[in-house]
């Protein structure tokens, strides 16, 4: 059972488009964060969402995790062909006296010149 | 990811042999974790470890895996009698802590191919 999901699997757009990505679960988290890993390297932190509603921005992209603290999306505007990556959700479930934290399967972005 | 070192970052064995993964965890963090990715897919936790102690290996599979973070020297996930479907990538992430919403860093990861 996969405790997060995300959508779509597959996104593949043209440079200057703006694209939406989302990452969904039953479950409350204390925190969620978003990396990017690009091909033959380990994944890179992009941002940390802690509050309901909360948004973060990191230059073209927009981060905002759900009221319910169960979902976030992730908006890029104008994308780049440096914007091309695995991007992958991660929930902090605090089950119990520690942080476990799980990933989400991903989205794969192609970003064509 | 600048930090956590993974070593080797590529390894090929045979089948039913050993693999030995190691990862130096950033300077101060006293923390590991360990994951595994195949082809196309997110990270499956594996285990977590803090120094000497095996904290949940809820996601290690019981049989020919096993992980350990000694109080000198770095983290090892050690694989026995390797089988085909072990071939992934295996990453290991460091904190300083786990206190609420630390923030983990990831190594290069170990790409293992069993032929």
């Known amino acids: 059972t996969q405790l997060l999901e995300q959508s779509p699997q597959f996104l593949s757009i043209q440079e200057g488009e703006n694209l939406t990505v989302y990452c969904n679960s039953s479950?409350?988290?204390?925190?969620l964060q978003w990396y990017r890993q690009e091909p033959g390297e380990g994944p890179v932190l992009l941002v940390t969402v802690v509050t309901g509603g909360e948004v973060k921005k990191l230059k073209r992209l927009t981060f905002q995790f759900g009221d319910a603290r169960k979902d976030s999306s992730l908006h890029i505007t104008a994308a780049q062909p440096g914007d091309t990556g695995l991007y992958l959700c991660a929930g902090d479930l605090r089950e119990t006296s520690y942080d476990k934290v799980i990933f989400g399967p991903g989205t794969s972005l192609s970003v064509i010149p | 990811n600048a930090g956590v070192m993974q070593n080797p970052r590529h390894l090929v064995r045979r089948r039913g042999q050993e693999a030995r993964l190691r990862c130096s965890p950033m300077?101060?963090?006293?923390?590991v974790y360990w994951y595994r990715q195949l082809p196309e897919e997110g990270l499956k936790f594996m285990v977590y470890?803090?120094?000497?102690?095996?904290?949940?290996e809820s996601g290690m599979p019981k049989e020919r895996f096993s992980a350990e973070f000694p109080k000198e020297g770095p983290s090892i996930l050690r694989i026995q009698q390797v089988v085909r479907g072990d071939s992934a990538a295996y990453f290991c992430a460091s904190s300083p802590s786990n206190g609420r919403n630390t923030e983990a860093f990831f190594g290069q990861g170990t790409r293992l191919t069993v032929v």
């Open positions: 300077k101060g963090h006293s923390h």
């Open positions: 470890l803090q120094k000497e102690n095996i904290i949940d």
């Open positions: 479950s409350v988290f204390s925190s």
